[in-house]
């Protein structure tokens, strides 16, 4: 499925709400926030001087990610989060699509001041690296419209199937976990299928080559609503906060909550998830390095 075939798409309604991506392409206004931009670390040096630099997803994953009408400029809540930080903190913005694989060492060594590719807080995670969470995230499963699955709460529904997954992310980590209840049991263990690529995972459904897509549920429900070629089965057993990532110690992960808790009382956070029909994700204030999911 080509980005621009996206793009052009017009109006798509999710989670009850109507999602207009021709007026999503022009960028929420954004107020400069005193209070924030006094708590950038004095020491930090940003990558560019009087700039953000920020990983997005490089894939395309509506309504989190994807590429505006033009096939250039990237669009979704991710890069409008990003836009939202970087105005409150008074910078210019960059963003730079980014495979899933690559952000910690992106983060790690400098290349990026903070990386937005949904990725949620773990124990794990928050040894190497600072957050500032934006969003509650779930997880769903999700099957061919003509897929004879109806309904997946447990390992055991999965037995035997093949299922598409990141390499390195929570709902892999989920999977194998059940795989592990399912040998326990005596039952066959789902097949994990790593895909990188959302056209990819769409061919594999409707294809027969993959069974289930567990991913982010944003984006299953705007897969359904879009194509009606999908539905969603089913949810994951838990739930994680998505956060802004820094390095570990800069400090900057306090100027970065400070704009998101400013966005939130000036409605201008609510403005961002609910044009991309993310209400149901919305924080009430942002934390720095809550507990995070465990397994």
């Known amino acids: 499925m080509k980005y621009g075939f996206l793009a052009l ?30 708590k950038i670390p004095q020491g930090y040096k940003f990558v560019e001087p009087g700039t953000l630099t920020v990983a997005i997803s490089a894939l395309n ?11 250039r400029t990237r669009i979704g809540s991710d890069p409008d989060i990003a836009r939202l930080l970087a105005g409150s903190l008074g910078l210019k913005l960059k963003l730079v699509p980014t495979a899933w694989e690559d952000w910690p060492l992106g983060i790690s060594s400098g290349r990026y001041d903070v990386a937005l590719v949904n990725i949620a807080v773990t124990e794990q995670r928050k040894e190497k690296f600072d957050f500032a ?11 061919k419209s003509t897929s004879d699955v109806q309904s997946i709460k447990g390992a055991e529904d999965l037995s035997g199937k093949k299922v598409i997954v990141g390499s390195g992310t929570n709902q892999e980590r989920i999977l194998l976990g059940w795989n592990e209840e399912n040998k326990k ?24 080559r993959a069974d289930v897509f567990f991913g982010p549920q944003s984006v299953s429900a705007y897969k359904e609503a ?10 994951g057993p838990k739930k994680a906060y998505v956060a802004t990532t820094t390095k570990k110690g800069n400090e900057l992960v306090y100027a970065l909550q400070a704009a998101l808790d ?9 403005n961002v998830l609910a044009r991309w029909g993310e209400q149901g994700e919305g924080v009430e204030r942002s934390e720095v390095n809550p507990p995070g999911i465990t397994y």
Not at 187 to 197: C, F, G, M, N, Q
């Open 9 to 38: 798409l017009g109006v798509v309604s999710v989670s009850h709400a109507s999602i207009d991506l021709h007026a999503n392409e022009q960028p929420l206004p954004v107020t400069a926030d005193r209070a924030a931009i006094a």
């Open 61 to 71: 994953s509506p309504p989190l990610a994807l590429l505006a009408s033009d096939n």
């Open 133 to 143: 969470t934006y969003r509650v995230d779930s997880l769903a499963f999700s099957v």
């Open 185 to 208: 049991a005596g039952r066959e263990p789902a097949l994990p299928v790593y895909l990188t690529d959302d056209a990819s995972g769409n061919l594999y459904l409707q294809s027969g």
């Open 226 to 235: 879009l194509t009606g070629k999908t539905r969603v089965v089913g949810l």
């Open 262 to 270: 400013g966005a939130i009382q000036r409605g201008e956070y609510q």
